[in-house]
């Protein structure tokens, strides 16, 4: 009997059965895989460069590009209401004491240019590696090195309680409607952000300005962190200036119940 392996009538060599190889399958999936991702790529990018930051506006971006257009909008809003109130002196007819009334009144509403003497205050963050430069106070928390809200509130009740004939913070006059608010380090004020040093002008008397700022209290805590971690604070007078009227818009917006 032979001990061959071969089976009678088969070749010596026999062709063996592929095997089953699961490589061949993933290679299929891994380019189908990077098929379905290109597909979705194409199809999310519609033509434009999904790739490059330049296509993706940041959010600080935007509301610095809303702050521009609200600037834009309220020069022509102030362009347009000197219109009107120009056709509104011609045909109405007012007598002459009734047109000083008037002006008297839009002065104290901030509408008009504003001439006189002026003190301006600056208010500035401290530098971001700050340490304290008195004994007995802790070292810096990010928190102690910005301006905040309440920083500029004060300045503003303060030049109001000297006296203050009119008041403007960076290029807007504020009128008795006008809130100043901040969001992180930056200031928004009716529509328009900026970004420090801020700062805020007051026609009035200077000494008086200057006495009533140096004796608010909010203040004198201010200047514990401009001594101890070098906040900005400065105080100039200015001589005669003119402060820009109001020129936004003067309606009031309110919630309103839902019927």
Known sequence: MSNSADSPGTESSPVRRRGFRPVRILTAGVFALAGLIFFTS???AKGTNIRTDDSLLKLSDLIHERSRKNGELEESNGALRGDVESLA????????AEDD??????????????K??????TLDDAPPDATAKLPGYPEPEPDYLVIHQQDLQAVVNAMWQGGAEGIKVMDQRLISTSAVRCVGNTLILQ?????????ITAVGD???LKNTLAASPSIQNYMVYVNVYGLGWKVEDDGPVTLPGY???VDLHY?????
């Open 42 to 44: 194409f199809n999310t």
């Open 89 to 96: 002196e011609r045909d109405a007819g007012r007598s002459a």
């Open 101 to 114: 009334e008037l002006a008297g009144l839009e002065r104290r509403a901030g509408t008009q240019e504003l």
């Open 116 to 121: 006189g003497e002026a003190v301006t205050v």
């Open 191 to 199: 529509g328009r952000v900026y970004s420090p040093p801020y700062k």
């Open 206 to 208: 200077p000494e008086k």
């Open 247 to 249: 020129s936004g818009t």
């Open 255 to 259: 919630a309103k119940p839902v019927e």
